[in-house]
């Protein structure tokens, strides 16, 4: 295995784990913001406030992109296992 090899594999796997975490917290940055601004427009300042809606929008986002997170992941590990005869030489 070359350390070119190497570096592609880390690349794709660092790539991978970017693209499956990077909906989510964009959507915890959204309604974090969302919260935010709602509290200062109410001048209301409770912790509860302000993380159960951000608990409930990533546990729904969770939810609704599980499916496509776990294709995302499956074909990812088909392609690292497909090509294992290559990485063996």
Known sequence: ??????????????????????????????????I???QIATSMQDNAFSTIPRLVAFLVSLLLLMPWLIQKSVAFTATLWGDLGRYAR
């Open 1 to 34: 295995m070359t350390p070119n090899l190497v570096v592609d594999i880390i690349r794709q796997t660092l790539l991978t784990a970017f693209w499956l975490a990077a909906p989510l917290l964009a959507i915890g940055f959204a309604t974090g913001i969302g």
């Open 36 to 38: 935010s601004l709602v």
